[in-house]
């Protein structure tokens, strides 16, 4: 704070001034030279602190790295409007909240009483982030937001979030993260799409992806794009799929548009939009469907889904909870409640509660209005939640026409990964040991994929896929790591044994050299091995 007052023109020109008395000149003189001496001593002093690693930025103070992003804030205070332009110019984006940790991180290091968060409803009547990301952390004030304006500012040291009038002056926050994952896109479907980058503002087009085409993008963790139809009638997209990049590695985007599948028929279970919804992917006979047009209500999530003749989420197992993470980049309401009796949760669908993935402290019937509903955020975790709260709508349709079990056995000698393997990323179901079997209920034309166990994915030394082809049930067997046999081990050994030196194979004869009188080279044992 000393060194932003220090460097503030009004009050150094108190000190700076020429037009003084004679005398104040004389008297400020000394005043000036402690003030300058005390700015660069502070300004070294943050310098060493702060700065070791960072890039400095005019106009801008480093504050820290926080998981992967960089921190800054304004010397200045901004009006809304002033603040989006000072952190495009250099290449960041105001302050987003992605969890309680970095809330606090913030809040405790800003140098106001207060900053802006890129958080607004400028342009619709729901809070978004500036930057095009999405959160599950909310964290108003009591009595906030109260409709003084359409931008945000976060509390110092405790963190609460006001918003306030658009033409306030308040710090900046402006993030600039450290990594610059390369996202490759890749069309391996039938039809041509159009590819956007995803932000809060609007789709900016990107270009037109051809069967077969790729694309490159430099982006940003959380960072989304999303692909639709080439027709271009936002009403009634027929394709219109979302990506969410997670993390600072590369990532590839396959995406399959108008791809042949006769699964269920397309009156029961469409792929593509229909009514209002857009499908995300089939896991164990049941499709799921994500209600165009933003969050909504859970009454009016319940009442969508019984209009297209499917339920809210149900799910029973890590695998579906997995799967609904890596389909979705929002928060979801779940078909779980207890509003019929608090504090006993059941399923719409009247499905026995089997598994549950609850955030730590929840269900917790927290706030004024009860929490009889259920949230299910985008890192996996469960939260209850009163029925005005705003959630994405995903719909679950079981498609009981066709239902294969897959059965995946490994025929090999050693142990490897099985995932489910869909665009948004692979699904870990179970390690298979050798000679270990296990079996998922799968719909046609799903994706499996086994990897080795060590998981380092740059240099995997077994990668292999299976698609499921039909309705019939169907078996994959893998064989990993399998030695060649052409001869028992304990008949003819590769390697030395018996006081003797290997020396190869030909034509099924092997060969061995006595280690004690290698001079002798020619004097050899030799041992017929026969393929079995």
């Not at 980058?197 to 270009?207: A, E, K, M, P, Y």
């Not at 009638?233 to 108008?258: A, F, K, M, R």
């Not at 955030?359 to 009163?386: A, K, R, V």
């Amino acid at each position: 704070m000393l060194k932003r007052l220090l460097l503030n023109p009004t009050l150094s020109n108190v000190f700076t001034t020429k037009q003084h008395h004679p005398f104040m000149q004389m008297l400020l003189s000394p005043i000036r030279n402690v003030l300058k001496l005390m700015s660069l001593l502070i300004v070294c002093l943050f310098t060493f602190q702060n700065t070791a690693n960072a890039q400095e930025i005019p106009g801008f103070i480093y504050m820290g790295e926080f998981q992967g992003t960089s921190y800054y804030c304004s010397y200045y205070s901004y009006n809304w409007n002033q603040a989006q332009d000072l952190v495009a110019q250099h290449g960041g984006h105001m302050l987003t909240i992605n969890s309680w940790e970095e809330n606090s991180y913030v809040s405790s290091r800003i140098m106001a009483n207060a900053a802006w968060l890129g958080y607004s409803n400028h342009n619709s009547n729901n809070w978004n982030w500036m930057s095009g990301q999405s959160s599950n952390i909310n964290n108003w004030a009591y009595g906030e937001p109260n409709g003084s304006g359409y931008g945000a500012v976060i509390i110092k040291n405790y963190g609460h979030w006001k918003d306030r009038y658009h033409g306030n002056a308040y710090e900046v926050v402006m993030e600039i993260p450290n990594c610059a994952p390369v996202l490759n896109i890749c069309n391996n479907g039938n039809c041509a799409v159009n590819l956007y980058d995803w932000v809060s503002t609007g789709d900016i087009f990107l270009r037109t992806l051809n069967p077969g085409q790729c694309h490159q993008v430099t982006t940003e963790d959380g960072h989304m794009f999303r692909i639709v139809d080439t027709d271009n009638v936002w009403g009634s997209l027929t394709i219109d799929e979302h990506y969410s990049v997670s993390g600072c590695d590369n990532q590839t985007w396959n995406v399959n548009p108008c791809l042949s599948d006769d699964s269920c028929p397309e009156a029961q279970c469409p792929i593509g939009n229909f009514n209002g919804a857009s499908y995300l992917g089939t896991l164990n006979g049941s499709r799921y469907y994500k209600k165009t047009g933003g969050d909504v209500q859970y009454q009016d999530a319940y009442n969508f889904a019984q209009s297209i003749g499917g339920h809210l989420v149900t799910i029973n197992s890590a695998e579906e909870n997995n799967f609904l993470k890596n389909v979705t980049s929002g928060s979801v309401w779940l078909g779980l409640t207890d509003a019929n009796s608090e504090g006993n949760f059941s399923w719409n669908t009247g499905e026995s509660v089997t598994y549950t993935n609850w955030n730590t402290g929840e269900p917790n019937d927290w706030g004024h209005y009860g929490e009889d509903y259920t949230q299910f955020y985008s890192n996996g975790l469960w939260n209850d939640i009163h029925e005005n709260a705003y959630s994405w709508c995903v719909v679950e349709m079981p498609c009981d026409c066709c239902t294969p079990t897959l059965e995946v056995c490994n025929n090999g000698n050693c142990a490897v990964n099985l995932y489910h393997w869909v665009p948004t990323g692979d699904i870990l179901l179970t390690t298979l040991e050798p000679g270990q079997c296990f079996e998922v209920a799968s719909g046609d034309h799903e994706m499996y994929r086994i990897v080795d166990t060590n998981n380092d994915w740059h240099s995997l030394t077994i990668d292999e896929q299976y698609t499921v082809s039909g309705c019939e049930d169907q078996t994959w067997n893998v064989n990993p790591c399998q030695p060649d046999d052409s001869c028992p081990v304990t008949e003819c050994p590769v390697g030395n044994f018996a006081g003797t030196d290997y020396l190869g194979e030909f034509n099924g004869i092997h060969g061995w050299t006595p280690c004690h009188h290698r001079q002798r080279a020619r004097k050899q044992l030799l041992k017929k091995c026969y393929r079995r």
